[in-house]
Nanobody, 128 residues
Framework: EVQLVESGGGLVQAGGSLRLSCAASGFTSVDSAIGWFRQAPGKEREGVSCIVPSDGNTYYADSVKGRFTISYDSAKNTVYLQMNSLKPGDTAVYYC?????????????????????WGQGTQVTVSS
């Protein structure tokens, strides 16, 4: 059974930084990726970034490129999302998710794709 447990959300001022963590268990497919979605009030869920644990390749949505960095610690089976230069528009519930890499790429390119496994979400609030 795949389990994804997020932590690290909170309140930060614009321009500040936060790091989200996602502890993953039961996830073994070499063709899969783990990453982050976010959903702001009244908006659709948006793919943010993903990483392929088996080779370290990373992928980002255009809206966060240059500000967010995703990484994976294999010893801890944990994915991190370092978020810098945060903006009020980054305010959302952030969800860790895991699934097929092709689906992730489709999500990040055009919002389409089915991701199989989800965490419970963590709130990130950026004040102006």
């Amino acid at each position: 059974e795949v389990q994804l447990v997020e932590s690290g959300g909170g309140l930060v001022q614009a321009g500040g930084s936060l790091r989200l963590s996602c502890a993953a268990s039961g996830f073994t497919s070499v063709d899969s990726a783990i990453g982050w979605f976010r959903q702001a009030p009244g908006k659709e869920r948006e793919g943010v970034s993903c990483i392929v644990p088996s080779d370290g390749n990373t992928y980002y949505a255009d809206s966060v490129k240059g500000r967010f960095t995703i990484s994976y610690d294999s010893a801890k089976n944990t994915v991190y999302l370092q978020m810098n230069s945060l903006k009020p528009g980054d305010t959302a519930v952030y969800y860790c998710a895991a699934g097929n890499l092709l689906s992730w790429i489709r999500v990040l390119m055009n919002g389409e794709g089915v991701i199989d496994f989800w965490g419970q979400g963590t709130q990130v609030t950026v004040s102006s």
